[in-house]
Structure formats: C-alpha cells, structure tokens
C-alpha cells in the first residue's frame, strides 16, 4: 500500500468521497494527509451521511464545511445534501465554497436551504461544469446572454421553482445539453403562457416525473429516450426527426400524446399504468418496425377501439423479442386475438402479469407459449397480497398446478415467478 | 481514431480475423491479448500505434502473475454481448483477493491506464477504508510509515469535528 502513487490515494479518497470519512482516514500518514490535500478531487456533504451537519447547528456546520473545502485543491466533484437541517445555512459560507471550487468543478450536486439567495446559474455560469444537480431551490431571472453553460451535458431539477420562460431559456444556455430530468419541478405560468417549450438540439435523455401541467412542447433533433413517470397533462409533444429509440411512460395520464410520424428508430416502448385517452396510441407506435422490446402493462382503455388485439403486436413488430403484457382478462378481450395462426417468432423473453387472478389466466399463459415457438424464458408476475379469501387462494392453486403442467411440456423455458 | 461516417454507435466486427498483441512482464513471460481489449488500456492504445510493426510490447513494471490478470479483467471486459449485472458480478469476485493483490491491480491499473480497472480497485479499496479510525486503518493496510503523534495531533486540532 505504501508504495501506490499519492495520485491514486487521491482516487481512493476521491470514492470514499464523504468528508468526514476522508477528513479520518486523512490522518493516517502524511501521504495521505498529503493525498486530501492535494489530490482529492470528489468531496460530499450529507446529513445522511453524518447527523452532525444538523445536529451541532447549521453556523457550525458551515464553518467546519468552510474549512475542509478550503483544505483541497483542484475539486473536480462537489455534493451539498443539506436540506434536511434545522436552520438554513448562511448565503455567503456558500457562496464562498463555490467560488472557491468553481475553477474546477466539473460536477455539483447542490440541495441546500439558504438564508437569502445563492445564484448558482450566476456563480457557476462560463465555467466547467459538465454535471449539475440542483435540489430544492428556485431559479429566476435566467440570463442567457450574461453566462452561459458551455460544458454542461447533464442537468437535473428536483423539486425547483422555475417559470416556463426561465426553463426555455436555461436550456438555451446549454448548449451541449445531452440530459435533462425535471422531478416534481414547480413551474410557474403567467396568464399569458399555457405552453412549457424546451427546445435543444444536442438533447439525447429527456425524463419527467410528478408534475401536472397544461401543455409541454419538447423540441430535440437528436433525442434518444423519453421517459414520463407519474405525470397529467392535456399535450405533450415531440417534435424531433425520428431518432427515438426508447419510450417510456408509467403512470401517465395524457390528454394528447404526439411523438411525431417518425418512429422508425424506435427500438424499447415501455408503458405502463397509462390511461390511453389520446386517439391513436397504438397507431403512433405501430409503425416502428424495428421495435425489439415491447411493454404494455396495467393500461386502461377509454375507447374500445383503442384496444389492441395481439395478432395486431405480432404483425407490426416482426423484431420483437421481449414482450411483457399485463392486463385485466375479466373482459376476455385480449383472447380475441389469440385464435389467428400468427407468431412471435423472435420473442425470447416474454412476461405476463396480472392484477386480479381468474381462470382465464392460465389458459392465456398457455396460448402465448404456443406463439412464441423460440421461447427462451416466461415471467409470471402477478399480485398476490390481495388474495385473501379461500377462494382467491385456491385460484392461485390451481393456477400454480396448471404452471408446472405448462412446465413439464416446454422443458427448454426458464420459468420466474415475480409476486407482488 | 475517426470513425467511418455511416458507422452505427455499436462496433462492428473488423474485416481481417482479430490481431493478437502479446505482452511480456518483468519476469520475462509472455501473454496473448487481443488488440480490441487492449486498446482498454490508454498506455497499451498510444504504444500499438506507435509501434505499428512490433506487436510484442515489453511492460516492465508488472510481474507474470499480476499480468495474467489484467489481461483477464481487459478481455472480458472488451467481450461483446455480457449485461451490466453479469459484468458486476464477475468484477466483485475479480477484486475478491487479499490485499497485496489488490494493490497489485491498482498499480498495474495506474501504470497502464486502465480507468475501468482503477476505478474498481479504488472503489474496493474506498469501502474498506469507510468507518474505520485511522489505527484501524494503519492495522489493515500494514502501512508502517504512519504520522507522528505530533503530526496526527495537527490534522485533528485542524478537523476536530470529524473526530467527534
């Protein structure tokens, strides 16, 4: 150990990354010492990490984070959980911290309750920041043509108050943008702007969680992966040139969904619990022959023309090769197609789910597998937490009886059960 | 290295059957990589190019034993086709070793650039150090040049909180 170089003990210091961790094992020789010093270039502060941010008071805190920051040279990663404290923290402590690190700083991850504001935008702006993570703040007053973010690819907002002009504006002082994920943001609309427009043309990864709103316009030429999780909105729109490859939707309600004509490259579609209102869902999709891996779970049709027959998914999708299908087979409507002499013929993994248990679900396991002639692996996932009465248990039973007759026939088929 | 225009983000397999580049240790034996998993290796990238003909490249620094590994980590890293959970799994047992080995692979990691490999070997090496005092640390890691009292006295008085 002694002889590894004092750049590696850095690297090593680097991962432990917690500061008090690193500040304690620091004291072990002066090689090390020497090694925070000089060579440390990834640092963290969290209360999960110790109480005692919170618990010896947000002035004190401030003071021993000030000086171990002050210990280092070169930080290229910075980490400032500190939301969960009794007291906010002095604005200028950190404002202090950042100026000191900013030269380097390559990624910032930054969730810190403030007496009075700390303009990151302003501090961090024209500097070289690839990765910034910003967790319960607000953004105003964006600027783009006083900083702008030359290095940033990867950007985070986590429960921020923003306006919809600020966010547009933000994205456009990004310009090697490739990721962006806005959790819970707050965005606020004044009476004369219903509609959130993020346009960016390096945007790759776009994701989206807990928000409600009226209209979002994405507008992204080499956009790679959608994700929307727990979101209601009347209109969301893509407006890219068919470089989409994944597309995820989970617990989504969604008025208006438009992902534009061209679904060529589309490769995942992963939805689930999604309330299909918008017309023409399944028509959107239907036309990516390419489509390898294919979800539909726990959807829920308004129109009972939406709904999808699986003859329909096995003629569209000739590349399909993991098919995960979930639904409510009380109303016997996804045996529908099921009767057809049509294949899956590249599928080699395939799931089926239910949420409530009957009969029928065995008989459709059985008809699937004889789709799916190159069957490697079956996923059975159901809920079982809900069976309580003697009869849903006895359901469950005669469903696992069937399985491993089902077992015994297809020998050469890994079989997983997943229950929830 | 520039790449055709129309080529796709996934490699492609090359034209001409795989060139192998062997390696020879301090302790003068030989191994077979192939060049694709070398090329894991930043040191071994610049010294192919450079010496474009030869393809027998002499790496002082690092012993027969310590080689074979790192070939190992390199070529099963360069495999195409393996699932991050897989790959994860076989790199935890590839770390599993006692403690000189592990420096071992970090060093021939450092001197031949290898950042997968580094990172790895840091990472071990990070979590065992987590939560330890630094006596405990001293112990574990058998390291004999340790502060002096007098200089262990000045890191804690300047970061006393950490101490606590």
């Known amino acids: 150990m002694e002889s590894l170089p004092i750049e590696v003990i850095g690297s090593i210091l680097s991962r432990l990354a917690a500061a008090r961790d690193v500040v304690v094992a620091s004291a072990t020789c002066r090689k090390w010492l020497e090694a925070r010093r000089k060579h440390l270039r990834s640092l963290s502060f969290s209360v999960g990490d110790w109480s005692g941010y919170r618990d010896y008071g947000s002035s004190q805190a401030g003071i021993w984070i000030t000086q171990t920051i002050f210990q280092t040279a070169g930080l290229e990663s910075l980490s400032l959980q500190l939301d969960d404290v009794d007291e906010e923290l002095s604005a200028s402590a950190v404002v202090a911290w950042l100026l000191y690190t900013r030269e380097t700083l390559r990624s910032l991850r930054y969730n810190v309750r403030t007496i009075g504001d700390v303009n990151i935008l302003e501090i961090c702006g024209r500097q070289k920041l690839e990765n910034l993570v910003l967790s319960h703040n607000s953004i105003s007053g964006v600027e783009p043509n006083y900083y702008r973010f030359a290095g940033l690819k990867s950007l985070s907002l986590s429960h921020v108050s923003i306006s919809a002009l600020d966010l547009s504006l933000l994205v456009s002082t990004c310009p090697k943008l490739e990721k962006l994920d806005l959790i819970s943001p707050v965005i606020a609309m004044s009476d004369a702007q219903v509609t959130v427009e993020v346009s960016s043309a390096t945007l790759r990864h776009f994701y989206i969680e807990a928000t409600s709103l009226d209209k979002f316009v994405l507008e992204a030429d080499s956009i790679e992966s959608l994700h929307l999780k727990s979101c209601s909105l009347e209109l969301f729109e893509l407006i890219g040139k068919g470089t989409l490859k994944h597309f995820k939707i989970d617990d989504v309600s969604v008025l208006h969904l438009d992902i534009g004509d061209a679904v060529d490259n589309l490769d995942t579609v992963d939805v689930r619990d999604f309330t299909i209102t918008s017309p023409k869902f399944f028509q959107m999709i239907s036309k990516s022959a390419k489509l390898r891996r294919l979800r539909l779970w726990d959807l829920m049709f308004d129109d009972e023309d939406e709904i999808v027959e699986i003859e329909t998914i096995a003629l569209c999708f000739p590349q399909l090769s993991h098919l995960s299908l979930s639904c409510d087979l009380r109303d016997e409507v996804l045996l529908y197609g099921l009767h057809g002499c049509f294949h899956f013929e590249n599928v080699v993994v395939l799931e089926l789910g239910w949420t409530f248990l009957n009969d029928l679900f065995s008989d459709w396991v059985k008809l699937m597998l004889k789709c799916c002639p190159n069957l490697k692996k079956l996923i059975i996932n159901g809920v079982v937490s809900d069976l309580k009465t003697h009869e849903e248990r006895q359901l469950l039973a005669n469903f696992t009886l069937a399985i491993v007759c089902v077992m015994r026939e297809y020998v050469n088929i890994e079989v997983v059960f997943v229950y929830k | ?164």
């Open chain 2, 1 to 164: 290295m520039s790449s055709p225009p129309s080529a796709s983000a996934s490699s492609s397999p090359p034209p001409c059957p795989k060139k192998m580049i062997t390696l020879r240790s301090s302790d003068g034996a030989t191994f077979e990589i192939e060049e694709t998993a070398a090329l894991q290796s930043k040191t071994l990238e610049n010294m192919i190019h450079e010496n474009c003909a030869s393809t027998l490249i002499p790496v002082p620094n690092i012993t027969g034993e310590v080689l074979a590994r790192v070939v190992e980590f390199c070529s099963k890293h360069a495999e195409a086709g393996v699932d991050d959970e897989s790959l994860g799994a076989w790199d935890e047992e590839f770390v599993a070793v006692d403690h000189t080995t592990l420096f071992d692979y970090i060093r021939a990691a450092n001197f031949l650039e290898i950042p997968t490999l580094l990172d790895l070997g840091c990472q071990t090496v990070a979590d065992m150090i987590k939560g330890k005092t630094p006596d405990e640390i001293k112990k574990t890691f058998k390291i004999t040049t340790a502060c002096t009292p007098e200089e262990e006295e000045e890191v804690r008085g300047e970061n006393q909180w950490a101490f606590e």
